[in-house]
């Protein structure tokens, strides 16, 4: 009788080993499409007139990896980003980038393309 407690038992620890080994595989792979899906979801912020690729990277580590996150951000956070970079980013004029992303999230690449011809380095 003892022995079949003891199967009992061992088959339980298997089970609950065996599921929550399963659950830790899903869940990684479940982080694995969510990564791959914000990769895909960026925008290509450079498209925005005086945005460069080291701009562009210090945006997307802020979260800013979108042209509708761009147009929603506060001029004051945008400031906080680039500042925090140093000081070669503080001169950047940054005051029509929301503007720019709103035409860009909305696809109204004409507008934009008018607008940015009208700007000197982002002024």
Do not use: C
């Amino acid at each position: 009788m003892d022995w079949l407690l003891s199967l009992i038992i061992f088959v339980v620890l298997v089970v609950i080993v065996w599921w929550a080994l399963s659950r830790q595989a899903d869940s990684e792979v479940n982080v694995g499409h969510h990564h791959q899906a914000d990769e895909s979801a960026r925008d290509d912020l450079t498209k925005i007139e005086g945005i460069g690729p080291k701009v562009q990277s210090l945006l997307n580590d802020a979260g800013v990896t979108t042209f509708s996150i761009l147009a929603g951000t506060a001029p004051e956070r945008l400031d906080e980003v680039l500042n925090a970079a140093g000081s070669i980013y503080k001169a950047m004029e940054k005051k029509s980038w929301p503007t720019q992303a709103a035409l860009a999230a909305e696809g109204k690449w004409d507008e934009l393309q008018r607008l940015q011809e009208e700007l000197i380095g982002g002024k």
